[in-house]
């Protein structure tokens, strides 16, 4: 079955059969479809379901899904007789159709998230249905000169097309069910970063994507996503939390009967400044009393399950206590002294008093009791320990940590014999706060490996590599700031591996990436939380039990299979919220709105507020009132709820007629019971009709205009600090499409932030060209609703780019820049520079310059000169690049991305502007038009990315991390580029690279330089993607690639790690 490339172009598309004549069916088209106008297919796929039984799936390039049946001649199953062309149901244009044998329909979108399906049923008795039948027979009854008729030309006619196939209106999803989806961020418009929520740590991006109907705005935050699955208050503020798992025989022989070696935990116990609270955790989770054998009236500094028969330690101030078969044994404190930290295992512990001294515990497998195996004097008071997980196979932990408050971290030895020796110690740059020792599964399958982490008091982590066998710490530990505050560590497992929990000004998690070779750290997106620890149970297999002020709250990481990024490796670590947009986003800017009185020009400064303003148009399409008026339901769900309703309504009434009315007041009673039982039961039905609402949701493409020229577009008014709530929604007149937006402060306004917006009536692209362009004033009205101020109506061409510049306004008009001052009616003309290349497509200003990026001639520099009241060029760049978005970096240099997927930094030279000023007054005897008189800009950096690069900016993502050029791409990559600090780095990096252009593998067989030079010579930029493949090399090429560098594989792992740090 092999559709004819050329006729798939057309209304009716055949499909030639082997033993078959010519078969030509008409394909269902939408009511409101111009009958001039024919259906595109774009994708097709054939299903096999047995051995003579096969159907295709054809989608249209509105989105609409058909299915194709052929039948076959009863006497022989070879010869096709006909076809049958039935609506599936409208999905989301794609590239393919993917259908798979449980029944599943995977749509890789074109633009948007990628959307998986489940078929309800695949026989379309009552879907809109063509045959081929009815289109032979049409032809053959024909009467308007058949003998003059050819068939080709009878069915080439998109006008024949619409009178023979059946019309439909596209409505929610009837056959297919949405299951799950992908997202997908292509494609990108643009980009803007800055922590513009008001309660976070960190900022969020913020991109504009999609296209059409699906069209999303969306908020991107650097960390794993996080479910809170349960929060309570306490009676205080807690100083620590703990889980104990059930170390019960019982709960030990349930485990092994369900092969499920974890334990779940038992209790948590949270600690008070002179009190200790202990929760039973079960079904529910209570409170329990002196039943549990805690003491009650002191904090608790460590605790831990001791054994397997179900004893319990618990260590506080004044001594450790030994909970076993419900009696306490209790070891005391020498004299007047207090433990000051502790920390135990389910075999060990060890404690700290005042002064310096440790103490180590462990447990006796004979007798069951915990005794005092070893004292002894580190020489400085001690502020944090850990004494280790116990490894599978083994009964203790080898080593213990411990922290002293003369910034020294020591690794003491537990094996039988050496108790208590010092193995190493390193400095550290701050007081340690916590310490946690932990087993990570080693490189290439290898041997565990111990880790070490230590949180500082400075709001920075620690983590180095500990020698299992001798205990030495690594000489190159790895450092990261985390927050303001000290930071907390704890071990949690999460995907069924070790990790480690940080807290600080935000919550982090450390865990190794074996895949990659590398350790990733990500950011929990939670508010900040105090203590913490891990959490596992029936129901919750990989939890954390955390406390933020008076609340203690159980959470959940969000892994892959949740459908949000996890922590898996840094390009996982972000999780996003979208909202839906009713176009094409073009830009999007930031305004300080603020309230004002009696409609004065004067704002508070002190009572701003942060709005993003977006832009959205749709070129062939009609806008929203105008759908309105033909019929057209983008949601398409009111008929589906409406007759839901009735059937409801019509069921109730059968009930109510099969009641018969002797018996109504014996039946009273129970009305009234089943009254409040179905009270609840439409609460619940509320939430799955929701679900079912979601589930059949589909995103319909509107009417298809008959002519060029239609444009549907407004302007969106959104609250970043509400979850980017759409505060106003401004509809634009008929075929006005609004494509830049900028916020403009007029020094005649007082300051007051002004949306400007430049728009373009009856703009058709190819040939380009509008009917009136504008530039459009808004206000808004306490940062809730824009207000219209005035409109101006230019000339020369669309308005493609605006930006503020000295308290005016600077516009890109076609080939011309001009200068506005605002005015009572409308914007009042200043100066302007014409004979530009082609046309404006970005802006940028600062001080007297104005970087403008033309869209086929690269960037031009201009200067304003007040006194003379004019703009000049001051430079251009030789090289022709088609500009697609722009980054000022300094005065004098900016950083450009053009269609060809480049992106390059230019700079202006050292004294080009110095003739830009007319001072003597004579400029114009001597100016000259000549290309070669005017000063090239100097390219500093070139580096092919392989994709359109549609927006950049400059920030900063984490707290105390350097500024990067962050950029977003047509088809949803977001990249950075991370400036060097020192020439030690760019030589260390370009060595690297050049060893991984020999050594690293190349699934594509491209030679990575000639890729990075596809369009013009690398220069000044390293590949990062490159650089970050050593970590997947072999233990020996990492060694061999080391060697050659004059490093070790360690450093040059800290070194990736630390770069990657100062970014994310």
Known sequence: MKPCQHLLKVSLPPIRIKKA?????????????????????????????KKSKFFALAQSELGDVYKITLTLDPSDKTVVRGMIVSLLDTLPPGNALNISKSGMLFLPAEFGNHVLYQFERIDLEDAPTCTSEEATAAYLDDESNPKIWEEAKFYASSERASKLACSFTPTMLQNLRKIYE???LAPATSILVGELAGNEVSPQIYTLNGRGPRSTLRILRHGAAVTELAVSDLPGIPGAVYTIQDNTEEA???????????????YIVVSFADATLVLSVGDTVEEMGKESGFLTNAPTLACSALGHDGGICQVHPAGVRHIHKGRAKQWHCPGLKRIECASANESQVIIALAGGEVIYFELDPISGNLTESKTKDVGADVCSLDVGTVQEGRSRSMF???GCRDQT???VSLAPGKLLDQKSSAALPARPHSVALQYVPGSDGGADEAILTVGLDDGSSLRAGVDPVTGAISSSPAKRFLGARPVSVSRITLESGPATLLLSSRPWISRPDVAGGTHVTAPLSYAPLDHGCSFTSEAIREGIVATAGTTLRILSVEGEGGGSAGVGSEEEAFNSNKVSLRYTPRQMCLLAAGSSAGGAATVDPNNKKLVLAVVESDYNDFGEEEKKAMGFDATASSAKSGSKKKEKKGDDDDMAMDVDSDEEEDKKEDKEKEKKEDEEDEDEEDEEDEDEKEARATPIRGPVPPTPGHWGSCIRLVDPADSCSTLDCMEMGRNEAALCCAAVRFHSRGGEALLAVGTVTGMTMNPLRCSASHVVLYRVVNGERLQLLHRTKVDDGPVLALVHFQGRLLVGIGRTLRLYEMGKRQLLRKCELRGLPTYVKTLQAAGDRAYVGDMLQSMQFVRYDSTANRLVLVANDRTPR?????ELLDLNTVAVGDKFGNVSVLRLPRGADAAAVDTSGTRALWDSS????TPKLETLCHYHIGEVVTGMTRASLVAGGAESLIYVTVTGRIGALVPFASRDDVDFYTRLEGCLRTDASRPTGREPQAYRSYYAPVKHVVDGDLCENYGKLTHDEQKKIAERLDRTVGEIVKKLEDTRNALL
Do not use: F, W
């Not at 004549?21 to 096999?48: D, E």
């Not at 088609?882 to 722009?886: E, F, L, M």
């Not at 000549?930 to 008189?933: A, F, I, V």
């Open 21 to 49: 004549t010519k078969i030509i069916c008409a394909i269902p088209r939408r009511k409101l479809h111009p009958a001039h106008k024919g259906v595109l297919v774009t994708t097709i796929t054939v299903h096999r379901q």
């Open 182 to 184: 992908l997202d997908n």
């Open 409 to 411: 971290m020591r690794v």
């Open 882 to 886: 088609p500009i697609t978005c722009q």
């Open 400 to 402: 213990a940590c411990v």
């Open 930 to 933: 000549r290309e070669d008189s």
């Open 252 to 266: 030990m022989a349930k485990r092994k009967n369900k092969k499920n070696s974890r334990a779940y935990d038992k």
